[in-house]
């Protein structure tokens, strides 16, 4: 089986809240599939993935406030906001609930819209998904311990502090070489780490407000753990997992299906980005299990 490059989607604009943000489509017919980037990332992520799964699914890829092509305004950045953003964008544009698909901080935002919007999500599709469970044990902790983490905190969050320390960490990460270094390190296949990748991750590192959006990391609060989440998602769940992520192991998959026992698995030979490592396997997992939970729907029609 060949794969075909999807052609450059002509970028289009949607207006959330005041804000510019972007987004693609393609496909004309089928269910509807909206795909959802990871931390850095864009819609661009998804070009190996949307002319194939476009053949039998009306496919929509969006840049998370904050990211890609989407605006960067000064905001707090959580799970929250994604979520409504993800909401609002199926009500405005999509017009009807959706296959949610999201990699790792976008899987935890599409975590987040699954359980709180469900009539808006048909299926839930997270790939090497971030968020932290709940700690079952905690290590004690003496009480200068605790005071100096608190103090560390603190002045962690001064302005002055976040301002200066954001701009020194994100001058040197956003270089071209370091984004290569990082995506070598996280890709199991190094020929996948192209020069066009590692351009589609830097050029949205030099828009305007793109700092800000880096500093806010240190802002933003936890959020809720993802086993409080699981315990209240009703939706089905497909996990795709690149076996060889150094930064989300199997082992966190296997949590998922600890918390989620009803989840679909599918382990890929990849990193941590499987959708764009290895594109023909993902989107056969994506394509046979959407099937699947179409076939389901339909015969609960029928009864």
């Known amino acids: 089986m060949s794969l075909t490059f999807t052609p450059e989607l002509e970028p289009r604009t949607w207006t959330w809240r005041g804000w510019r943000i972007n987004y693609v489509q393609k496909g004309e017919s089928g269910p509807c599939l909206l795909l959802v980037h990871g931390f850095g990332a864009s819609t661009d992520h998804w070009r190996k993935n949307i002319e194939q799964l476009s053949d039998k699914y009306r496919v929509w890829a969006i840049d998370m406030l904050g990211f890609g092509r989407s605006q960067k305004p000064r905001q707090i950045y959580t799970g929250e906001l994604w979520r409504d953003q993800f909401k609002e964008f199926c009500q405005q544009v ?63 969050r001064l302005p002055l502090v976040i301002e200066v320390s954001s701009f020194m960490l994100f001058s040197y990460m956003r270089q071209r070489s370091m984004i290569r270094k990082i995506l070598l390190q996280v890709y199991k296949d190094p020929t996948a780490v192209s020069d066009r990748l590692v351009e589609e991750i830097y050029l ?49 998959a296997e949590k998922f299906r600890a918390c989620y026992p009803a989840a679909k698995l599918a382990l890929i030979d990849a990193g941590h980005c499987p959708h764009d490592e290895r594109p023909i396997e993902v989107n056969t ?12 729907i339909k015969s609960l029609k029928e009864v």
């Open 94 to 156: 999509v017009q009807e609930p959706v296959f949610i698909a999201g990699n790792s901080l976008g899987g935890y935002a599409a975590l987040c819209f699954a359980v709180d919007y469900p009539d808006w999500v048909r299926g839930l599709i997270l790939i090497n998904c971030a968020g932290s469970f709940s700690e079952t044990s905690q290590a004690a902790q003496s009480v200068w311990q605790g005071q100096l983490n608190s103090m560390r905190q603190q002045f962690l």
């Open 285 to 296: 997992a994506i394509d046979r299990w959407v099937g699947e939970q179409m076939s389901l």
């Open 204 to 252: 949205p590192s030099c828009d305007q407000g793109a700092l800000g959006v880096f500093a806010a990391v240190f802002k933003s609060p936890p959020g809720r753990k993802l086993d409080q989440l699981l315990q209240a998602l009703h939706q089905p769940l497909l996990l795709i997992w690149g076996t060889a992520d150094p930064w989300i192991t199997l082992t966190k």
